[in-house]
């Protein structure tokens, strides 16, 4: 990938570990995004490598990365609005934080979906706040002071609005970018266009790095562009045990076992231990996963037709 | 296959599938209304456009989806768009006809608590939260919920309303609330004028008092009370074969 025109000198490609150094510090407000798909495991697990306290963790669906990052101690806070296993259950460490402050307590900022995509939105385009039709009739602005309902100018009922975002940097996972951090998606897009234009630093991470023609060739698929890039990241695999449209499936089996075996915060350290400080970096977690295990995760194919942009001259 | 030979969960399942009939748009929820919605598709509603808040509009799963997330819902789906399209357009902007949400708790306006149980800042259990609950319920047109009816689960006050159900006041609520709670053991309905849920069908072997037992206020008791009506050897072929062979909804 190295020989690739442009890759070598470009100054945003660089190993995680030096994207993490370089940009998340404590008290950073980090968000790792990605909803169910393209959740980037490997940041999360190079932070907590790196040992970073008093995080502020911004993420809708706080999922299986989250409940290790709140296990290893790195967060204070979280702002989120889905606490799930998605599809299994409960997040055993995070529930551990909040009922029982262990390993330490977690203060938690709640909103909805829809809120959280306003929030990003606000964020992105530089607005004092969203409009959303929510909240009405519930607990949840009760719940958390900063969901607010304002007059309609041009009527006479109320409308919900939730505060901008923008996070200090996000980590977001994808199919494939070139060098300048002109980055290609498909599958759920889920908010990852709109925490890139949020967030203050943006390190995007890929399966593979290509030339700058294959991203031209199809611009309609560029979703995020280099222009709000800081860093791009090589890490095939860097999303498991989460999914990669095309690339990867999820290993639900590692969901599962994650659920047996968060329930006690020894066995989840020990699980820590074993796969995040006991390795140096992702290639040795995927060494460790072995072979055979990322095969089973092959998806069969189906491809696209092309389509024909014109040639203009 | 013996169709008297089904489990309470297969006749929720078959039931909240069969109430979509009728239904163009489905804005499908995780769990139980997954494997309903898929069902559906599957048996009476080939038509059946399934939306998932993770931004999938037309989705043909060629397996049971494993999350709202999975990736067989964006192969072979209608279209694939980002959450702000899914929320701002499809479901804000009034396209969906009918959406399926579950919860811990839930009252008799139809009022879901998916947030904790106890207090919120010292919760005794800490639940999910929202997730696009909130706006589901405000947006779409009609809500069906589909739950286990148990003790603890249907209370006289939701110990927090994460999703609103009937309120007096309608204004910042444009969709319709809810209209049907279909459990395991009874079916129940909101049409009355006080929008207050009301015992319709229950349950081979169940009686009112069985399902009073499990009601934490004196519940209101249809006229035309009647019997759940049973699976068919099909929709169970459907459900054990093709969408749940390991058992996990049984």
Known sequence: MNELAGTSSSPKVMDMATAVSRFVAGGSVVAIEGFTAFICFAAAHEIIRQGKKDLTLVRMTPDLVYDQMVAAGVARKMVFSYLGNPGVGNLHCIRRAVEKGIPQPLELEEYSHFGMVGRYIAGASKLPFFPLRSYTATDLPKANPDIKFLHNPYGEDEIAVVPPINPDVAFLHAQRADAQGNTQLWGLLGMQKEVAFAAKKVVIVVEEIVAEDIIRRDPNRTLIPGLVVDAVVVEPYGAHPSYVQGYYDRDNTAYLEWDKMSRDQASTEAWLQEWVYGVPDRGVYLEKLGKERLATLAPGELWADGVNYGRYA | MDNNDYSPSELMIVNAA??????????????????????????????????????????????????????????????????????????????????????????????????????????????????????????????????????????????????????????????????????????????????????IEIAPGETVDSIQADVGWPLRVSPTLRDMTPPTVDELRIVREELDPTGLYR
Do not use: W
Not at chain 2, 89 to 95: C, F, M, N, S, V
């Open chain 2, 18 to 199: 069969r109430a979509l009939k009728g239904s163009r748009v489905v804005f499908v929820g995780v769990g139980l209304p997954n494997i309903a919605c898929n069902l559906a598709q599957r048996s009476h509603a080939p038509e059946l456009e399934l939306v998932y808040e993770s931004g999938v509009y037309g989705a043909h799963p060629a397996r049971l989806p494993l999350s709202i997330g999975d990736p067989t819902l964006v192969s072979d789906a209608t279209s694939v768009v980002s959450m702000a399209d899914l929320f701002m357009y499809y479901l804000q902007g009034g396209l969906v006809d009918v959406a399926l949400l579950g919860g811990a708790q839930i009252d008799k306006y139809g009022n879901l608590n998916t947030t904790v149980i106890g207090d919120y800042a010292a919760p005794k259990t800490r639940l999910p939260g929202s997730g696009g609950a909130c706006e589901i319920a405000i947006n779409a047109h009609k809500i069906f919920m589909i739950m286990r009816l148990k003790g603890r689960a249907f209370v006289n006050k939701v110990d927090f309303v994460t999703s609103p159900g009937h309120t007096a006041d309608r204004a910042g609520i444009p969709g319709g609330g809810p209209q049907l709670v279909i459990t395991d053991r009874a079916l129940f309905d909101f049409a009355n004028e006080e929008h207050e849920m009301t015992l």
